[in-house]
DNA sequence: TTCTATATGTTATAATTTTCACAAGAGGAG
DNA sequence: CTCCTCTTGTGAAAATTATAACATATAGAA
């Protein structure tokens, strides 16, 4: 692993890039170009290059990349080769809609259980994902090693349950409450934050002269 | 409106900042610092003020921030002080998550309706928010002043979904669905990915050796 | 083999964003 | 009034990221 630093904006587009490529794996196509992937992505041709070239030489010259080979290199570049358990705590509307998302197992998530405090809910399951109470919380991620702790819970409670995760031994969190939370720099945070994405659609919106 | 160009980067955190300045004022606290913001956001003094200096001078040197007032500006950038009308297309598990999510609500945003394509859903209501067919979301964008499409769809119908949207005179676009979009300049599009959030996360984790 | 067309990898340049450092304004104490 | 402390606003420097341009490598045709 070449270990310059990498900008997230990259990441990002590796992962988009990484999805287009395997639709055209899907479809039989055999090799493409960064100009290929630059258009369906809404990007430039530069761009892909630049990325890609951040971590080796996956392509042949005057002829582009093949769709296999470089989707398995991405995938690998963003570590989705290991097989990642994650859980979900908060089984209200959100945590439920998570727990049934299919496109996490599709990319090698594990959604393995859902967590909540709510006693009319132990027990049921969320698309085949069994709800347990929180007090299990912690046996559980040590038991059954979950890397990957999902936040669906609301904002006050958030801190608490980080907290809760981070003393288990969690190493990321997915957070989709709204708010800010606090964790040691070991373990991994991303913020997935509903408002804060309309806010930021209706101020493009405001400029524009809607 | 100043108008230079500014960081989206920038738009993100004042956002971040409207919510935490929000709780302080339900707290009764009158003044605040651009130290004392920086550190609920895990920011810096320097980049805060930075920040606000894009839009004006809202503070008191030596004093620091009128909370309720620097809020209302805040606010006022982000275009939150008109009301903004918004559908959700697709009443799947995310349509109803979303459907049901308080937080928008609370900002401003006011979730009209759903629409969809299967028969057994019209009729029904999402948290009070009623389900249509999807056949009626041209007409509805029209008549009642829709300025704002959320996408909960499958990736496949995702671009039809968005160009019925686009056709009927939508402004913005939050994009939930797995995939790049195509959309004219004067429509705005936001995309919230789920998948690449959670593949962000683990490139890092891989990155720090977990 | 040589020539042409094509698309990568890379270096140089430009643009953007963040960080730093400090001058300047505000308010309170003496 | 003067001094001292506090915190903002800002201009310059540093760091980061994107864009553009081109030299290099490959494949195929003649």
Redesign the pocket.
Known sequence: MKSA?I????IIRLSVYSRYLHQLEKNGVITV???QIAQSVNG????V??D??YFG?????????NVKDLNQQIVKILGLTKNWNAVIVGAGNLGSALGQYKGFQERGFNVLAVFDNDINKIGLTIGGVPIYPISRLADYVQEEDVQIGIIAVPADSAQDTVDLLVDSGIKGILNFAPCVIKTPDHVEVRNVDLAVNLELLTYNMALNGS
């Open positions: 630093k900008p997230e904006a990259t170009s960064s100009g430039s041709s530069a761009q290059r630049k890609l070239a030489e996956f392509g042949t010259r005057g002829v582009g990349y």
